[in-house]
């Protein structure tokens, strides 16, 4: 379905289109098929094995499986339900792990993977991140998978190193035993108290006149450091910490919190976002790596469109998003969307959000309006762009119109009901605390229906 949602022809003259865009961007060799057609996935299912497979699994396979996809899920690759099968979507979290921990994203667990995925789980449950405060305030429970990489990795955070603590911990303060329920017990079994210190000599009655100081100079004013990264993959991982701790995402019915509510939306839009492209990608011969060269290479050309984004009016951006397109070649809706698609998963896996912007402006040129939510995430956190709230709102609002009248739902197509009103109730929060200041726009109350929604299969 994801994949019928990203094309809208399968027809031969819309997959022709998209090989003259990635012959014009790419060149044509890159697809690598005699023929030029972008679906080579018939010539190669010729040279695969018919042979039939056997469905068994073994108990301890199975509980193997259980405990890859519980550790997964405990540090934010989501597989869904814990049930022993690997399938799609589990494959598509252990590529995400991959990735982040720097390894070939392949989808299969090397022992190695795996060992310190579900190992760096046990610690977790283990109380092991009571060890590294900072580390886990900053960066989260994938922290202890860093460590593992690394053991230094916590020193940068201020917080101290310890050595082999899956077995047992050596800090750098001298300390040494194990972890049990997250505290520490020296060897001896006991839990180690403060050490006394030793006590300083009184001071002198008299003490030796020191010489005094001259006047400190004047301090010149600090240079500006440039515009800050905004990391969207760092703000998820909060937002998700955030979600757990308050017991479940926001609703509409219970609004309090305007800004993590809309922060929830745009997450959860973003891994379906990393999977829907990744599903795109799979129906044409094209290397992981051309792709992604070739994202770039509509990155730069959409840099003009997002650093005016802000201040630009929405129609116009829409406009010069479409004269942007035809420029890279991009002049057929079905190859359009194809390439915003693709480019917006792998913007959003390798953390680059300008790419991510740059596939979601394409959507819009391929007059794709409900992909307005993204920009409207964007402006608002300040993701590739400068942040505005108030240039979101419209782009929040046509996409959220364009579904009330219609349209096919783009991100996570099972929750569209739930996210209009989630976001509708968080803008028009926003808008009251703005009072009459003119820093939101009111709201336009809709009574249009919403068509009916079929569940997403998994």
């Known amino acids: ?155 940068q955070f201020g917080d101290p190193v310890q050595r082999n603590y899956g077995n047992g911990y050596a800090n750098n303060q001298g300390s040494t035993g194990t972890w049990q329920n997250g505290q520490q017990f020296n060897n001896a079994g006991v839990q180690p108290q403060p050490q006394p210190q030793p006590i300083q000599p009184l001071p002198r009655a008299n003490p030796t006149p020191q010489p005094q100081l001259g006047a400190l100079p004047k301090l010149a004013p600090l240079k500006p450091i440039g515009q800050v990264i905004v990391s969207a993959a760092s703000r998820c991982e909060l937002v998700d910490q955030t979600t757990r701790i308050q017991g479940g995402v926001i609703q509409a019915s219970n609004m309090t919190d305007s800004n993590q509510a ?80 693709i480019c917006m998963g792998i913007g959003y896996r390798l953390d680059n959000a300008e790419m991510a912007l740059s596939g979601v402006m394409a959507m819009l040129a391929a007059d794709q309006a409900p992909y307005g939510e993204m920009v409207g995430h964007h402006l608002r956190e300040g993701f590739g762009v400068t942040a505005s709230s108030s240039a979101a709102v419209p782009y929040y609002q046509s996409s959220m119109a364009a579904l009330e009248q219609g349209a096919t739902p783009a991100l996570v197509p099972s929750t569209t009901s739930e996210r209009i009103q989630v976001i509708r109730a968080a803008l028009q929060l926003d808008a009251q605390r703005a009072g009459n200041t003119g820093q939101l726009p009111n709201l336009i109350k809709t009574s249009a229906t919403l068509p009916a929604l079929q569940p997403v299969q998994q």
Do not use: H
């Open 1 to 155: 379905m994801i994949a019928a949602l990203a094309m809208t022809s399968g027809t031969q003259r819309a997959e022709a289109d998209l090989g003259k865009a990635l012959g014009v961007l790419g060149g044509a060799a890159i697809l690598g098929c005699a023929t030029g057609a972008l679906n080579c996935k018939g010539n190669r299912s010729k040279s695969r094995s018919t042979a039939p497979r056997s469905s068994g699994i073994s108990q301890a396979q199975r509980q193997q499986n259980r405990d890859v996809q519980s550790s997964l899920n405990a540090f934010g690759f989501p597989v869904g339900a814990v049930d022993g099968s690997l399938g799609k979507r589990s494959r598509a979290a252990i590529r995400d792990y991959q990735g982040y921990m720097g390894y070939a994203r392949t989808g299969q667990l090397t022992e190695a993977e795996r060992n310190m995925l579900v190992g760096g789980w046990q610690q977790l449950n283990a109380g092991a991140g009571n060890a590294y405060p900072r580390t886990m305030a900053a960066v989260g429970p994938r922290g202890l998978l860093n460590i593992q990489r690394d053991p230094n990795f916590p020193s």
């Open 262 to 341: 809309l922060s929830e939306k745009f997450c959860e839009a973003r891994g379906f976002a990393i999977t829907q492209g990744g599903s795109v990608a799979s129906q044409f011969q094209v290397s992981e790596t051309e792709l992604e060269a070739l994202c770039a290479q509509i990155k730069t050309g959409f840099e003009p469109v997002l650093a005016s984004l802000a201040d630009t009016p929405q129609p116009q951006a829409i406009a010069t998003a479409k004269t942007t397109a035809a420029g890279l070649g991009l002049t057929d809706p079905a190859t359009t969307a194809a390439y915003g698609q």
